[in-house]
């Protein structure tokens, strides 16, 4: 699978926007789906997973409500939709494909996926 992330750009705090991520291939709904983001000077961080159905999400802590993640398995996309905008959400978010294992704990960590979309900038001013 390759992944294609989209939806960055430049909002005003208080904003919104919806970031995209379209797989190719057509064994997407076998994945287990991820955001990270990654701000300058900071370590990659884990924002939300999907299970491959949609039924089960996990989010960190941070998100409080303000990000919501999505996908529709007919259209190989996952979604992300952000709310509430704060600068301190700047960051290069990125998308990620984990093929195999359980939805667990351990979806909230970078080294289980196996396939990254080359990322989004998302950018909010304040």
């Known amino acids: 699978v390759q992944l294609q992330a989209s939806g960055g750009g430049l909002v005003q705090a208080g904003g919104s926007l919806r970031l995209s991520c379209a797989a190719s291939?057509?064994?997407?709904?076998?994945?287990?789906m991820g955001w990270f983001r990654q701000a300058p000077g900071k370590e990659r961080e884990f924002v939300v997973a999907?299970?491959?159905?949609?039924?089960?999400?996990c989010y960190a802590d941070f998100v409080k409500g303000r990000f919501t993640i999505s996908r529709d398995n007919a259209k190989n996309t996952v979604y992300l939709q952000i709310d509430s905008l704060k600068p301190e959400d700047t960051a290069v978010y990125y998308c990620?494909?984990?093929?195999?294992?359980?939805?667990?704990?351990?979806?909230?960590?970078?080294?289980?996926?196996?396939?990254w979309g080359q990322g989004t900038q998302v950018t909010v001013s304040s």
């Open positions: 999907i299970s491959r159905t949609g039924a089960n999400t």
């Open positions: 990620a494909a984990k093929p195999t294992g359980a939805f667990t704990r351990a979806t909230m960590s970078p080294t289980v996926y196996d396939v």
């Open positions: 291939g057509r064994t997407f709904s076998s994945y287990i």
